[in-house]
């Protein structure tokens, strides 16, 4: 038998992390058209709304199912509006780690979403399901996702040399494949003891913009 995350929603004070629905596929399509999205992620591009209805209705729940991961929507709990995801996948049952990955839509970022989401899913994580380490890989140019990972508290753990394909605007509009490296971060559960205002109530905490 399979292992798999239940099928849940997380509520922090200001977003709600939910499963994907077809409603969010203008927003997801356009998210993940950014000029940004689409140079740190390895999404298909151009990202077309039938991708995204694809993943929204389809592939982000196997994520779940099929014992990868989990998938899930974040969405502010004011307006219900898509302001990026997180995602889990790699998950090993067995020694209880997982890898996190997130997007933020553009409208959305310095606000904090991104730290916010990651820290209530870390501590889902650590104290619903009993997990131990949480990975998170970032290009090594990517400097606004290197923040996001130290503010919530990983670990710099080392580099992975040659290991991801970023991707680059040329000058006719089109992308070129750049090669970079990983830089590897952790979180453990203890890196969350003892810090207020760090868990899924992100109150209290200024978190610069990144851009």
């Not at 503010?151 to 605007?169: D, M, P």
């Not at 969350?192 to 205002?197: A, E």
Request: proline share 4%.
């Amino acid at each position: 038998m399979t292992s798999t995350f239940p099928d849940i929603s997380i509520s922090t004070d200001r977003l709600v992390l939910r499963p994907f629905e077809e409603a969010d596929v203008p927003a997801l399509t356009e998210m993940m058209n950014d000029e940004l999205t689409a140079a740190w992620t390895a999404r298909p591009q151009p990202y077309t709304t039938d991708t995204a209805r694809d993943w929204a209705t389809r592939r982000s729940a196997a994520v779940r199912t099929e014992g990868r991961g989990i998938a899930f929507a974040v969405t502010e709990f004011l307006t219900q509006r898509l302001v990026g995801t997180v995602e889990l996948d790699h998950t090993d049952w067995r020694i209880l780690s997982t890898e996190i990955a997130y997007v933020t839509a553009p409208w959305a970022r310095g606000e904090g979403y991104a730290c916010e989401s990651v820290l209530a899913v870390a501590q889902w994580l650590f104290r619903d399901q009993k997990f131990e380490r949480v990975e998170l890989r970032t290009a090594a140019d990517n400097t606004a996702a290197q923040q996001v990972a130290q503010k919530v508290g990983c670990i710099s753990e080392g580099v992975l040399r040659n290991a991801w394909i970023a991707r680059s605007r040329t000058e006719d509009g089109g992308w070129a494949d750049i090669r970079t490296d990983l830089i590897v971060w952790s979180l453990l559960p203890e890196d969350l003891d003892g810090v207020p205002g760090r868990m899924a109530d992100a109150n209290g905490f200024a978190y610069p913009e990144w851009n």
